[in-house]
């Protein structure tokens, strides 16, 4: 590790930006100009070094391409911005309080034992957490710096090539003005958000929602073409399988949840689906509308003459039967937090609103649907993370990601860059990008989808 003076220089100018960002809040936060200015240098200074330290200051070695430089420093800002942010907390840790308080509307309970006992009762899910998640994390983090072959006994330092690889040579006025409409759209987000009131509250999250969108919009134009195809096929079976499966989910349950004679032996068949592995799903489905010897394929052809078309030929077919599964796959596990939330929601309310004259769909839309969003918000999340991590049981017994990559997800094309094609290197980069992604999407969701959930009735 050999620092050098571009390195050097990164770091004095991100200490300074520390030091003149906390030193400008300093009177907000009711703490002296130099105690801010020195807690964020140090801020500015350490934030950075998270990430030049694992990567022994690489991006800035003589070898480096610019595009390594402005990674580098792309890690280097997102670990200022990080450590600035908790940085300022410590130093106004009331008013952090208060900003938690008024983003939260739930209610805490308070634990009112030794304080040193809650950590004694987490620690044996800490420790496996640690030992086989945070550990493993921090494994792929450094191999996703070096080359390494499956069952190769040496391994090579590439720095950060195997994830600038994927940076395509799009147009950079095109990228930079993607980029700079993304940032307008967050800062003007933030700072109507800032302001209270509910209009402001409401267009800042449109605003913010825009700018994910642009985001989604900068990250597709910045890969090559061979990642984009990946970008776009995982964006559209992560979202059908979301979206579809909770408006059949909801709908569904809130059918099976009127009374009827053998509601509950109907309901429990309803969820059964939950208990059948990803893997198992793509066996099924595969048996079911296989184009050669498929019991769909059978019946038509049987009771119709009909043709069933070859989704292993067709990438609309494919990604369609993909959904489906998926869909298939997560409906019972939809409908066991639906058919709960709806045991909560107000009978008077139903009763009123359809002594007002509301019909079925009047008070579904209006009663139910509000009454139920603490539910959606969290299958939403839970359901995200299913399209993004495990579809690949799906997806590999089912279409084994053809026809041409049409259904390889990010998940699917991390295994066949890592397993097939024996590139662990290539395939840590791979997942650690997927990782981020996800990272960056839930907290979204948590800060503007969060925010109008309702958990009163």
């Known amino acids: 590790m050999q620092l050098t003076f571009s390195a050097v220089l990164a770091l004095v100018a991100s200490a300074t930006l520390g030091a003149v960002l906390l030193g400008a809040v300093a009177s907000r936060i009711a703490r002296p100009v130099p105690l801010a200015a020195g807690v964020g240098a140090v801020a500015g200074l350490v934030g950075p070094l998270l990430f030049y330290v694992p990567l022994r200051f690489c991006t800035f070695g003589p070898e480096a391409e610019p595009v390594d430089l402005l990674f580098g420093l792309t890690l280097g800002a997102t670990g200022t911005l990080l450590a600035l942010r908790i940085a300022r907390t410590l130093l106004d840790p009331a008013g952090a309080k208060q900003r938690a308080v008024k983003r939260d509307t739930t209610t805490h309970g308070v634990f009112r034992g030794h304080p040193f006992l809650p950590w004694v009762l987490l620690a044996p899910t800490l420790l496996i957490l640690i030992l086989f998640l945070y550990w493993p994390a921090l494994y792929t983090l450094d191999l996703s710096t070096q080359l390494v072959r499956l069952g190769a006994p040496f391994s090579v330092d590439r720095c950060v090539l195997n994830f600038t690889e994927l940076i395509g040579p799009s147009s950079p006025t095109t990228t930079f003005g993607v980029l700079l409409a993304t940032l307008v759209l967050f800062v003007a987000g933030a700072w109507l958000d800032r302001r209270g009131d509910s209009r402001s509250e409401r267009w800042g999250s449109w605003l913010t929602t825009l700018g994910v969108g642009t985001t989604l919009l900068f990250l597709y134009l910045l890969w090559t073409s061979s990642y984009q195809r990946v970008f776009t096929v995982t964006l559209i079976i992560s979202a059908g399988t979301v ?91 939809n409908l066991l937090f639906y058919i709960a939330g709806l045991q909560n929601v107000r009978t008077d309310l139903l009763e009123a609103a359809s002594i007002d004259g509301a019909n079925i769909w009047q008070r579904f839309r209006h009663v139910v649907i509000p009454a139920l969003s603490p539910i959606t918000f969290f299958l939403v999340v839970t359901n995200l993370t299913y399209a993004f991590f495990e579809t690949f049981g799906t997806i590999d017994y089912l279409t084994a990601g053809g026809p041409a990559g049409a259904t390889s997800v990010a998940m699917y094309e991390i295994y066949r860059v890592a397993i097939p094609g024996r590139d662990l290197g290539r395939g840590a980069a791979q997942s650690l990008i997927l990782f981020a992604g996800v990272i960056a999407l839930t907290a979204w969701q948590f800060r503007s989808t969060g925010r109008r959930v309702s958990y009163g009735n």
């Open 243 to 333: 979206v579809i499966g909770l408006v059949i989910s909801i709908v569904i349950a809130y059918l099976a949840y009127q009374p009827m004679r053998g509601g509950a032996i109907y309901r429990t068949l309803l969820i059964w689906p939950y208990a059948i592995s990803p893997p198992i799903a793509g066996i099924l489905f595969f048996v079911i509308f296989d184009p050669n010897a498929g019991i769909i394929e059978h019946w038509l052809n049987t009771l119709f003459g009909i043709t069933l078309p070859n989704y292993r030929q067709d990438p609309m077919l494919a990604q369609a039967l993909v959904i489906l599964a998926s869909v298939w796959k997560t409906l019972g596990y």
